[in-house]
């Protein structure tokens, strides 16, 4: 695997099929030319380099290219043909259904979905927040015909989630895959999302030169505040599903904020037989309250344009399959 910086200032994992010869071959520091370079389907790579390519060639650094500042835009924020100007921050939640408890994207039988989150990027109102409240697989097929119903009316919308990949939405498709053509869920419903647009905010801390997302948006004054676990009276202390081997010192136990491994063990508490140690109406606050909490901090960077205008592929182009 190679790693690379484009010259627009993006950092890129490049797969080599023969990286024995190929990666001997580049010097640290050095810019290279990949002919016949193809976007990858992988979801460790952003693109991939054939074995059948005609090579690599060493070039001189290249001018650095930027986007102009936003203001210097009269176009919309997207231009690619058949895109919306509609922007959706998206969250998804997974609930493992392996006994390791791992959530493997490209085995759509090792897990679930457990919730689904909308927020309009430029749009007052409430966040849609879709959540598992039944552990039937019934219930998981209700809440994804809500999701494909709403897709279906947002085409060429451009979806954007946390992170710097497209696992949220392909989980979402490989579910929704799973379960159309069933009673509940019509043949071909995953194809909604192909209709859509995909970004996230990789760029935003290159940007700014913070280290993270969370670091970046702090530097622009958005506030980000963690879901804590002392907020909600569930009933159960974090201490007694916490210190396990896993942890790592005493204070990760009592840390309040709530983390998605905090999430897979509270999910189940949730949708497992009722248990009266367990106030069913604070857990269920706390589940949703995690699932959604990405939804702001998303929707204040689209609305301060840091977002990246440009390259948001149409979902199909991606791969999403």
């Known amino acids: 695997m190679l790693h690379c910086t484009d010259i627009e200032g993006t950092e890129l994992r490049v797969a080599v099929h023969d990286p024995s010869t190929t990666e001997s071959s580049l010097e640290p520091g050095e810019w290279y030319r990949f002919n016949r370079v193809v976007r990858s389907g992988s979801l460790g790579a952003h693109l991939l380099f054939p074995s059948e390519s005609d090579g690599i060639e060493r070039i001189q650094a290249p001018e650095p290219q930027t986007h102009p500042p936003l203001a210097e835009h009269d176009t919309p924020w997207l231009v690619q043909l058949g895109a919306s100007d509609e922007r959706i921050a998206v969250t998804v939640q997974p609930r493992s259904t392996d006994e390791t408890g791992n959530v493997r994207v490209e085995d759509p039988e090792a897990y679930e979905i457990a919730a689904v989150c909308f927020a309009y ?18 219930d998981e097929q209700l809440l994804l015909e809500h999701v494909a119903e709403d897709l279906a009316d947002e085409e060429g919308a451009t979806l954007v989630t946390r992170g710097y990949d497209r696992v949220p939405l392909e989980m979402l498709y490989q579910r929704l895959a799973q379960a159309s053509g069933g009673d509940i869920i019509e043949a071909g419903a995953e194809r909604v999302l192909e209709g859509c647009f995909h970004a996230t905010p990789e760029r935003v801390p290159i940007g700014s030169e913070a280290d993270t997302v969370v670091e970046a948006a702090r530097q622009l004054d958005i506030e980000v505040d963690p879901v804590l676990l002392s907020d909600y009276d569930i009933g159960i202390d974090r201490t ?6 896993d942890a790592t010192s005493p204070s990760d136990v009592s840390d309040p904020r709530m983390t998605d491994s905090d999430y897979a063990t509270l999910v189940e508490r949730y949708l497992g037989p009722e248990d009266g140690s367990v106030d069913s109406e604070q857990l269920a606050r706390c589940l949703k309250a995690h699932a959604s909490a990405d939804l702001g901090l998303l929707r204040e960077l689209v609305a301060h344009g840091t977002m990246d205008r440009l390259g948001c592929l149409r979902l199909s182009e991606r791969r999403l399959k």
């Open 240 to 245: 007694d599903w916490r210190g396990g081997v």
């Open 121 to 138: 990027c430029d749009r007052s109102g409430d966040a849609t927040v879709y959540h598992r409240e039944e552990p039937d697989p019934r």
